[in-house]
């Protein structure tokens, strides 16, 4: 993971020596920068919630509001404390210690000594960030496997107690409302844990009972948000019905349903969102003709108000597809949909969305080989210029604005190979060049084409030209 900046706020209430820890060490030439100073604790305050360090620098004795106090208003936010005190102050420290303060610095202050304090807790947030950012990849996996029907070790799921969710929350943001899951994270990862299934969806686990007290504002997000709810111990299953569960609150346009809310009629709303699945699938593959088949399938509905919904959303799911390819397709999705609001007929809605689809695929076949070429010389280019950097299909993909699906299919059928191969290629091709035009040693080279270690290089360029570097050097 490539980390930005570590942020650090300064609290002292002597403007010299606060002046003196400013400039005590070249902040950002070691990976760190100064986003605050205040003179007490209730500007610390002010200061800390509008920036929002990492980590803060703080005297005990100050006036208005001490470090001790701010340090206890704060006790909730994830910030590691630094705590600057006398040897007078020494009970005062021990409080502070006993609160969870990182590190306790005698004064006068050290500046060797300062900055191996941050530099020891950036490595130890950086770590948490990193546990945190794979557990939540392991668990985005796990769900996915589940939602798929397959069976799956499910120990990742679990809290730092060793305990399984009770309760599993599935949301999909609605049209016209950002993405944005930081209301959630915020929230005790002892008893929440929140996992980005895709770019609108995401799972939110609850430990310990935890959704009991966090009921009413979901109620709050069914405004921006579709919600699907399930308690049940049995975490697969709860998983499942989470997931029938949102899916039945976007057919039907409702904020927030709970398993035991829905009819137990609702074979057609599940074969609908089946039907919506391999559409999207399609879409993502570019095989039209499959889609055509799907659409047809849609109108051995009887339901006109079901219909209506997945006419709609079908329509979306074309016009998204569109974007992808950078087509302009907005002011027919508005005309339609206004149209099939109206519409009281199914077979009327019939010709409107096959009407649509036919208009779409035109424009998919003018646009797509222009759009597609484009796309992967940026790609290309990019990969030439920054080879020597951990880039990802997700990266990439992301730069391109397309989906990681589409841009993988689209690379390897341009180039033939897919987008991770096409990079160790050109990688291990710029190792030749450094191995036998500059005077480097062979960590070298392979720090200067991306690669961490250089055994893993090593590895690397054996499986693709038979040889180790320095074999390479020796026979050229």
């Not at 709860?238 to 009819?263: E, F, H, R, V, W």
Request: aromatic share 10%; with cysteine; charged share 30%.
């Amino acid at each position: 993971m490539k980390h930005s900046l570590c942020r650090i706020v300064i609290v002292e209430d002597e403007y010299y020596i606060r002046m003196g820890l400013v400039n005590a060490v070249e902040w950002r030439e070691n990976g760190f920068e100064i986003v605050g100073e205040a003179e007490d604790g209730k500007k610390g305050i002010e200061i800390i919630k509008e920036t929002k360090p990492d980590i803060v620098i703080t005297d005990i004795r100050m006036p208005i509001m001490d470090g001790l106090e701010m340090l206890n208003t704060l006790k909730s936010e994830n910030i590691e404390f630094i705590i600057l005190s006398g040897y007078e102050d020494f009970i005062y420290a021990k409080k502070a210690l006993e609160n969870g303060v990182s590190k306790y610095l005698i004064k006068p202050i050290d500046e060797n000594e300062l900055l191996q304090a941050v530099s020891d807790i950036r490595d130890k947030i950086y770590k948490k960030n990193s546990v945190q950012y794979n557990t939540s990849y392991a668990r985005k996996y796990v769900i996915n496997k589940i939602l798929a029907g397959e069976q799956i070790e499910l120990g990742v799921l679990c809290n730092d107690s060793g305990e399984m969710p009770d309760t599993v929350i599935m949301m999909q943001y609605k049209v016209g409302f950002k993405n944005s899951i930081e209301k959630l994270e915020k929230y005790d990862s002892r008893n929440t844990g929140v996992v980005q299934l895709n770019d609108h969806q995401f799972v939110v686990l609850h430990y310990k009972k935890s959704f009991d007290q966090l009921k009413e504002k979901y109620r709050d997000y069914a405004n921006e948000y579709y919600i699907g709810y399930c308690i049940d111990n049995i975490v697969v299953d709860a998983i499942t019905n989470a997931k029938k569960c949102l899916d039945y609150a976007i057919l039907q346009k409702q904020g927030m349903i709970c398993s035991c809310d829905i009819p137990k009629c609702t074979s057609n709303i599940f074969k609908i969102q089946e039907i919506n699945t391999h559409i999207d699938e399609f879409l993502c593959k570019g095989q039209t003709f499959d889609v055509s088949y799907y659409i047809c399938q849609l109108f051995f509905l009887q339901d006109i108000n079901l219909a209506k919904n997945y006419c709609i959303d079908l329509i979306f799911n074309i016009i998204k597809y569109l974007k992808e390819l950078k087509i302009d397709f907005n002011s027919l999705q508005i005309d339609a949909v206004t149209t099939i609001e109206k519409l009281t007929m199914i077979s009327e809605m019939q010709s409107i969305v096959v009407w649509i689809w036919k208009q779409a695929i035109s424009l998919i076949e003018n646009a797509k080989t222009v759009s597609e070429r484009k796309d992967i010389r940026i790609a290309i280019d990019y990969i030439k210029t920054h080879y020597m950097e951990n880039i990802t299909i997700e990266q990439v993909a992301s730069m391109l604005f397309i989906s990681e699906r589409y841009f993988m299919r689209i690379f390897k059928e341009e180039t033939g190979m897919t987008f991770n191969k096409f990079l160790t290629e050109y990688r291990i091709e710029e190792a030749k060049k450094l191995l036998l035009t500059r005077n480097l040693k062979v960590y070298e080279v392979s720090e200067a084409v991306g690669y961490k270690t250089v055994k893993h290089f090593v590895s690397v360029f054996k499986s693709i030209t038979d040889m180790t570097p320095k074999e390479y050097i020796s026979r050229h």
